[in-house]
């Protein structure tokens, strides 16, 4: 028998918990998570939250900071609406217990991150993400209406084919694999998207292992339109240490006064850009980019030497900590960093209130494109858009419980046909290590046309083998995501091969200038169906 909820969340990062913590005064909600519940890029987020909370701040500047950083891509309407009500969906996770920093006086201490023109970034300490997950977690707990559902996987979506029509297919819920190996049906009146980014496509990431763009090759399967691949945002700062998994280094560090230097000592970023080292992130990590082509040598250095350990003790407790388990004291010697794929500004087209062009699926997060990041995110905009956005969902979502009664027949449950235990598992591990080395190699902070088109290559065949093994061997959750980041890696290629210009985080060596007379639009792909 399937699941049956009124409303189906996939994902447990901050977009999921907002929306199901509203929605649960509505209906019954289920959230599904591919590991631990607290396993998320929102688990990790360091730098914090900006929102418009000083007095001497305007949301006109947060507005406008948005808008630059964007590139010319922003939707207006989405970065107005982000900004206005962010500072409200702050404030509510306050009242359920999020602690964050505050100066004696008692307001909240605010820092500055790149592409900021004032200090507006709400924090908690360096582990802001976890301090916001625990503060919505707890309070999901309290309402009997949520159901967890840690270790599931959702395959793909299911659609009610039952009219000729594409675009009227109604998403019914999910096929989701359990821990135990079975497929199961969950269903719902409304399924939201809200499964985060897709960091894992690339060899070096900030994210961790949950982040391979599940949700966006869903939707893109199913008929949604997916927009702005090409803007993979690229963090400056990871630490580089061989057995660091590629450990963020907050752009915060920067914004307390941290200097960015080559291995003999010399600053370079004001060389980039007028802010330095608080330009914004594109800017930054090409800059990193250069410099390292240039020299030859494998890092730059982040100094925070000069400010103290007193102070870096308090304030980022947490990257003090790991710098020293790796044998790197930052009070007395600069931190070697490198730059790492980080976050997915393009995504599942949603309207203002996250709805995609599938009826009855809607889509939050970083796994959105609601048009607030344009070509380039804003540091820290990304927990506001997933607290506004989780919440703006709700509301038009609940009118859909009145209106759409499932249908009376239920969807087939999985058919796993004739599949059999894989006994060729290095296809997966081989093709997964291929499929990040080449996007890092020729999809990354710099690009070609070259370079694209042998990723294209590459990729349709993986894509073949893949669907070949797929169809032949019992689904396990590694040959989902391999599925998943194949598709993904795809996508953005495609995004990327289009757009004949350079313009935010996306940069080609073949047409180095940003082109606004033919290129001031989004790059939307959607599948024949
Ligand atoms: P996530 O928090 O990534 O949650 C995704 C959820 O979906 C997880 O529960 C996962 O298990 C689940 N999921 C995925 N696929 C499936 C599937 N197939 N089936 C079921 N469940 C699935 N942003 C800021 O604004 N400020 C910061 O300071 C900041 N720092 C960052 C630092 C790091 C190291 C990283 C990685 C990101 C940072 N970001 C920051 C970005 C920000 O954390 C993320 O964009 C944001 O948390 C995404 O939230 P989300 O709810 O959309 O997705
Ligand atoms: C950071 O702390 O540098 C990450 C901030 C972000 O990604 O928004």
């Given at each position: 028998?399937?699941?049956?909820?009124?409303?189906l969340?996939?994902?447990?990062?901050?977009?999921?918990?907002?929306?199901?913590?509203?929605?649960?005064?509505?209906?019954?909600?289920?959230?599904?998570?591919?590991?631990?519940?607290?396993?998320?890029?929102?688990?990790?987020?360091?730098?914090?939250?900006a929102?418009?909370?000083?007095?001497?701040?305007?949301?006109?500047?947060?507005?406008e900071?948005?808008l630059?950083?964007?590139?010319?891509?922003?939707?207006?309407?989405?970065?107005?609406?982000?900004?206005?009500?962010?500072?409200?969906?702050?404030?509510e996770?306050?009242?359920?217990?999020?602690?964050?920093?505050?100066?004696?006086?008692?307001?909240?201490?605010?820092?500055?991150?790149?592409?900021?023109s004032?200090?507006?970034?709400?924090?908690?300490?360096?582990?802001?993400?976890?301090?916001?997950?625990?503060?919505?977690?707890?309070?999901?707990?309290?309402?009997?209406?949520?159901?967890?559902?840690?270790?599931?996987?959702?395959?793909?979506?299911?659609?009610?084919?039952?009219?000729?029509?594409?675009?009227?297919?109604?998403?019914?819920?999910?096929?989701?694999?359990?821990?135990?190996g079975?497929?199961?049906?969950?269903?719902?009146?409304?399924?939201?998207?809200?499964?985060g980014?897709a960091?894992?496509?690339?060899?070096?990431?900030?994210?961790?292992?949950v982040?391979?763009?599940?949700?966006?090759?869903?939707?893109?399967?199913?008929?949604?339109?997916?927009?702005?691949?090409?803007?993979?945002?690229?963090?400056?700062?990871?630490?580089?240490?061989?057995?660091?998994?590629?450990?963020?280094?907050?752009?915060?560090?920067?914004?307390?006064?941290?200097?960015?230097?080559?291995?003999?000592?010399?600053?370079?970023?004001?060389r980039?850009?007028?802010?330095?080292?608080?330009?914004?992130?594109?800017?930054?990590?090409?800059?990193?980019?250069?410099?390292?082509?240039?020299?030859?040598?494998?890092?730059?250095?982040?100094?925070?030497?000069?400010?103290?350990?007193?102070?870096?003790?308090?304030?980022?407790?947490?990257?003090y900590?790991?710098?020293?388990?790796?044998?790197?004291?930052?009070?007395?010697?600069?931190?070697?960093?490198?730059?790492?794929?980080?976050?997915?500004?393009?995504?599942?087209?949603?309207?203002?209130?996250?709805?995609?062009?599938?009826?009855?699926?809607?889509a939050?997060?970083?796994?959105?494109?609601?048009?607030?990041?344009?070509?380039?995110?804003?540091?820290?905009?990304?927990?506001?858009e997933?607290?506004?956005?989780?919440?703006?969902?709700?509301?038009?979502?609940?009118?859909?419980?009145?209106?759409?009664?499932?249908?009376?027949?239920?969807?087939?449950?999985?058919?796993?046909?004739?599949?059999?235990?894989?006994?060729?598992?290095?296809?997966?591990?081989?093709?997964?290590d291929?499929?990040?080395?080449?996007?890092?190699?020729?999809?990354?902070i710099?690009r070609?046309?070259?370079?694209?088109?042998?990723?294209?290559?590459?990729?349709?065949?993986?894509?073949?083998?893949?669907?070949?093994?797929?169809w032949?061997?019992?689904?396990?959750?590694?040959?989902?995501?391999?599925?998943?980041?194949?598709?993904?890696?795809?996508?953005?290629?495609?995004?990327?091969?289009?757009?004949?210009?350079?313009?935010?985080?996306?940069?080609t060596?073949?047409?180095?200038?940003?082109?606004?007379?033919?290129?001031?639009?989004?790059?939307?792909?959607?599948?024949?169906?």
């Amino acid at each position: 028998m399937p699941h049956r909820f009124d409303f189906l969340v996939l994902g447990s990062g901050v977009a999921g918990l907002s929306f199901a913590l509203q929605a649960a005064r509505h209906g019954t909600v289920a959230v599904l998570a591919k590991r631990e519940r607290a396993e998320s890029n929102t688990a990790y987020a360091q730098g914090g939250i900006a929102s418009v909370l000083a007095p001497t701040d305007t949301f006109d500047a947060h507005i406008e900071d948005t808008l630059v950083a964007g590139a010319g891509l922003c939707h207006r309407d989405a970065v107005e609406v982000t900004v206005k009500e962010g500072p409200g969906r702050v404030r509510e996770l306050v009242e359920l217990g999020a602690e964050f920093n505050r100066r004696s006086t008692g307001e909240f201490d605010l820092t500055r991150e790149g592409g900021h023109s004032a200090r507006r970034i709400i924090h908690s300490g360096d582990i802001t993400g976890r301090e916001v997950q625990r503060a919505l977690l707890a309070a999901c707990d309290e309402q009997p209406n949520i159901t967890f559902f840690p270790h599931t996987a959702a395959i793909d979506l299911i659609l009610d084919r039952r009219t000729p029509n594409p675009a009227a297919h109604r998403c019914l819920g999910v096929y989701a694999l359990l821990e135990n190996g079975d497929i199961e049906r969950f269903l719902a009146k409304v399924t939201v998207l809200a499964t985060g980014g897709a960091g894992k496509v690339y060899l070096y990431t900030s994210n961790p292992d949950v982040a391979t763009g599940d949700g966006v090759a869903m939707a893109y399967r199913a008929g949604a339109r997916v927009a702005n691949m090409e803007f993979y945002q690229f963090h400056p700062t990871c630490l580089f240490h061989p057995e660091a998994k590629s450990f963020l280094i907050s752009e915060a560090l920067r914004g307390e006064g941290g200097k960015l230097r080559l291995k003999g000592g010399a600053t370079f970023m004001e060389r980039y850009h007028p802010l330095g080292a608080l330009a914004p992130r594109d800017v930054v990590a090409r800059a990193i980019d250069a410099e390292l082509k240039r020299t030859g040598d494998e890092c730059v250095y982040l100094d925070m030497t000069h400010l103290g350990r007193a102070f870096l003790m308090e304030r980022f407790p947490n990257i003090y900590a790991t710098c020293r388990a790796f044998n790197i004291d930052m009070a007395v010697q600069p931190i070697p960093v490198v730059p790492a794929a980080h976050y997915m500004c393009g995504g599942v087209v949603t309207d203002l209130d996250g709805r995609t062009t599938v009826p009855g699926l809607y889509a939050i997060g970083e796994v959105a494109c609601t048009g607030l990041h344009g070509a380039n995110r804003l540091a820290s905009n990304s927990l506001l858009e997933g607290l506004v956005f989780g919440y703006r969902a709700v509301k038009v979502a609940v009118e859909e419980l009145r209106t759409h009664a499932p249908p009376k027949e239920e969807p087939p449950a999985w058919d796993s046909g004739s599949a059999v235990e894989s006994d060729e598992s290095v296809v997966v591990t081989h093709n997964w290590d291929e499929i990040r080395r080449l996007m890092w190699n020729y999809v990354g902070i710099v690009r070609t046309d070259k370079r694209l088109m042998r990723a294209r290559r590459r990729l349709e065949l993986l894509r073949e083998e893949i669907r070949d093994y797929y169809w032949r061997f019992k689904v396990t959750r590694d040959v989902i995501e391999l599925r998943n980041i194949a598709e993904v890696a795809y996508l953005i290629v495609d995004c990327a091969s289009r757009r004949k210009e350079s313009r935010g985080l996306h940069f080609t060596l073949d047409y180095p200038h940003t082109d606004d007379h033919h290129w001031l639009r989004d790059t939307v792909l959607s599948r024949e169906l």
